[in-house]
């Protein structure tokens, strides 16, 4: 069975849990795009690596609107699948997908998951698919979610390379940057590339109780919609993208939005457009 949520975007956070960090507050869905339509490719990396078993019960990090979660949820069919976000639209939207189309073993908690009291050693699997960069206190919640892993318990999270490696934000940068130059489009506020050093990760996940930390470099593009009217439209609800637009004076900002679809138009093909990026999966087992 297929997942057929409506790939709604996530309210801006206040602890910085998913990737919520990269819309603006009140998601729409422009055209065909979405967030799970942007990350399809990555997605099924991602399911790959995490090899959901028939028995596993599995804990899902930032799940958004549940599209992560839910898939867990039909392979561990004889399991269970809990997905958290700091998001409450979020959270109440993969409700209301998962009340409309199953499956009946998955379940959503509105939690922070540096802090929330999961119950100890209860899951098999931890995963998160660019849910775990935006943590207050990196050591404190992977210390956290550890606790809520059984023994030797994985960890399969899917996090972003470094900046300079990502098309999508190199580019997006430039064109609001333009002649107003590099500070109108500085992005303040949390980090969407904290766990893009794999030496860094290393000491975090370590310092947190896990070992065999592995990664995988994943190059595979974003998808921003159908056209460019729809990728404009979605680039415009990044957070990054409206923060630095709303500091613009009308006719900067003007001029930004129009580098902006001049940018969109060139990265157009036959099947939408699309940008280069680079990931890392990283595995970890729990001491």
């Given at each position: 069975m297929t997942d057929a949520s409506d790939n709604s975007a996530q309210a801006t956070p206040g602890r910085h849990e998913g990737t919520a960090v990269r819309r603006a507050a009140g998601g729409h869905t422009p055209g065909t795009s979405g967030y799970d339509a942007e990350l399809r490719r990555h997605n099924q990396m991602l399911r790959r690596v995490c090899d959901v078993r028939l028995h596993d019960r599995v804990l899902d990090i930032g799940c958004g609107t549940g599209q992560t979660t839910r898939q867990a949820a039909r392979?561990?069919?004889a399991g269970s699948a809990l997905g958290v976000d700091v998001s409450a639209t979020a959270i109440e939207r993969a409700r209301e997908v998962a009340?409309?189309?199953g499956p009946g073993n998955v379940t959503f908690e509105h939690a922070d998951a540096q802090v929330h009291r999961f119950p100890q050693e209860h899951f098999d699997l931890a995963i998160s698919r660019f849910g775990t960069m935006f943590f207050d206190d990196p050591v404190a919640a992977f210390a956290n979610i550890g606790l809520a892993l059984r023994p030797a318990g994985r960890l399969v999270?899917?996090?972003w390379q470094t900046h300079e490696r990502n098309e999508w934000?190199?580019?997006i940068h430039r064109s609001l940057?333009?002649?107003e130059g590099p500070v109108a489009a500085a992005s303040a506020g949390p980090d969407p590339f904290s766990l893009a050093d794999p030496p860094t990760v290393k000491r975090i996940l370590g310092a947190a109780g896990f070992a065999d930390i592995t990664f995988t470099?994943?190059?595979?593009p974003v998808y921003y919609g159908p056209d460019v009217a729809a990728a404009l439209d979605w680039v415009r609800g990044f957070t990054c993208t409206s923060e630095v637009l709303k500091r613009l004076e009308p006719a900067a900002a003007a001029r930004a939005v129009g580098r902006l679809r001049e940018t969109l138009s060139a990265h157009l093909s036959d099947d939408g457009v699309w940008f280069d990026?680079?990931?890392w999966i990283i595995t970890a087992r729990r001491h």
């Open positions: 392979t561990a069919r009340r409309a189309q999270m899917m996090v934000d190199v580019t940057a333009g002649p470099d994943v190059h595979e990026s680079r990931a």
